[in-house]
């Protein structure tokens, strides 16, 4: 039986802002190595589910474990090390640092992360050898990351999800700005750099037209139940 990566149990979250809304999630897991696109409109809840994973906000009751850990009983500055350690993260917008060499943007997770830097012992040589592995330019990783191309900060971003090997990789809405070929080529390396770590992939997207290439594709409605405030 597979190891399982993250598994959440009666989760329930209520946002009490002016657009009130409640997400509860009975049971989902992920399995290690497994590559899971969840599918869901604008303003279903994905985002806040994902927020919830990553331990940025806290569960009204429930658990959320990760590698065997159960992220609500950390303190604040404990999940933010345990994210850093154990979850890579490519954002929509990248977010990366625009005048840091692409080396240092695909570095900087292990600035934070002990555990994660000690599985690397030369953390610029595994820059770019990530760089080489997602099809990037010999010599890349000393431009600034504001020279480089959409696709290419793009590439940057998955290798910095993926340097020091957490066992897991959450990707919200990457492919959103990409053309279908540029997504085709974009998941082909992401998968592969994934299978190459047995890496967990939790991808979250609003189409189902990225479906073929999962393991498992899920509607957030078929795991978790939102509920808003009648206007």
Known sequence: MAETVLDIQNLAYRWRGPASFALTVPTFKVSKGETVLLLGESGSGKS???????????????????????????????????RGEQIGVIFQQFNLLPFG???????????????????????MAQAAELCTAL??????????????????????????????????????????????????????????????????????????RLGDRFDRVIRLDDIADVQRAAA
């Open 101 to 123: 060499s692409v080396a240092d943007n695909i570095a900087l997770p292990l600035r934070f992360a002990p555990a994660r830097r000690s599985r690397v012992p030369d953390p």
């Open 48 to 82: 806040t589910l994902l927020s919830l994973i990553c331990g940025t906000i806290l569960p009204d009751q429930g658990c959320v474990s990760i590698a065997g850990t159960d992220i609500t009983t950390l303190s604040a500055r404990a999940r933010d090390k345990f």
């Open 135 to 208: 099809g990037l330019p010999e010599g890349v990783t000393k431009a600034k990351a504001a020279a480089l191309s959409v696709g290419q900060q793009q590439r940057v971003a998955v290798a910095r999800a993926l340097i020091g090997q957490p066992p897991m990789i959450i990707a919200d809405e990457p492919t959103s700005a990409l053309d279908a070929n540029s997504q085709t080529a974009f998941l082909e390396l992401l998968f592969a750099q994934t299978q190459t770590y047995q890496t967990s992939l939790l991808m979250v997207s609003h189409d189902p």
